[in-house]
């Protein structure tokens, strides 16, 4: 059972334009969810999370939007350039305690920006 | 600050062999999670290691192994390979605070061991 469902799959963005990815959660016990950016032949990198108790995060030009009471999460990266295309994963942890936060991964969106 | 390395980068093996994956985790992190990526199941949790014990598994077969030595670094074992392991496997490393603080749940990655398995 897939914990963390991302879409879309795949996503074709003019330079300049908004790309959206977005993520949907059943596990309420979640609480650490984080973006990661991944290029070809690289690990996953890091590239901006949030906690549940604040609806929105702007690092850059990326942002996080997040609700609660849906149980949906979504990255914004506006302005988008040549070089965002890559794949981005969503994930969310249950943190602290013994499980020291396993990652749940979403099944990833690749995304090209077109110049 | 170096990030987190691994070893060796790529692998090739034969069904039946056995092949072990080396991770150093960023200097003063004391949690290493292993990963196993591939195009048709994405990226799989295996196991967690804080303190030289495992605090959590994936659903993976016991052929499946890791352990987590004094100086943080991490090693996994993979024994009777199968063609369905090929995969990109990723170790992650994270500094764990148990007081929560920001940052403490910050998982950072390496570039991955491939592994082939003919």
């Known amino acids: 059972q897939q914990q963390v469902k991302q879409s879309p799959q795949s996503l074709i963005v003019q330079k300049g334009g908004i790309s959206i990815i977005n993520c949907a959660y059943e596990n309420t016990a979640f609480d650490y969810f984080p973006w990661y950016q991944q290029f070809p032949g690289k690990g996953p990198a890091l590239l901006i999370a949030i906690r549940p108790d604040v609806s929105e995060k702007k690092e850059g030009r990326f942002t996080i939007s997040f609700n609660k009471s849906a149980k949906q999460f979504s990255l914004h990266i506006m302005d988008s350039q040549p070089g965002d295309s890559a794949t981005y994963f969503c994930a969310a942890s249950i943190g602290g305690g013994s499980t020291l936060g396993r990652l749940y991964f979403g099944r990833g969106t690749q995304l090209t920006v077109w110049p | 600050k170096a990030g987190v390395t691994q070893t060796p980068r790529y692998l090739i093996k034969t069904r039946g062999q056995q092949v072990t994956l080396s991770c150093s985790p960023i200097?003063?992190?004391?949690?290493v999670s292993w990963y196993q990526q591939t195009p048709g199941q994405g990226l799989q949790f295996l196991f967690e290691y804080f303190s030289e014990t495992q605090r959590n598994k994936g659903n993976f077969p016991g052929r499946f192994s890791g352990r987590q030595f004094s100086n943080s670094r991490s090693e996994m074992n993979v024994s009777t390979l199968e063609l369905g392991d090929s995969a990109l496997y990723l170790c992650?490393?994270?500094?764990?605070?148990?007081?929560?603080?920001?940052?403490?749940?910050?998982?950072?990655f390496g570039p991955g061991t491939r592994l082939t398995v003919l």
């Open positions: 200097s003063g992190h004391r949690s």
């Open positions: 992650a490393s994270s500094l764990y605070s148990p007081s929560r603080l920001a940052g403490a749940y910050e998982q950072f």
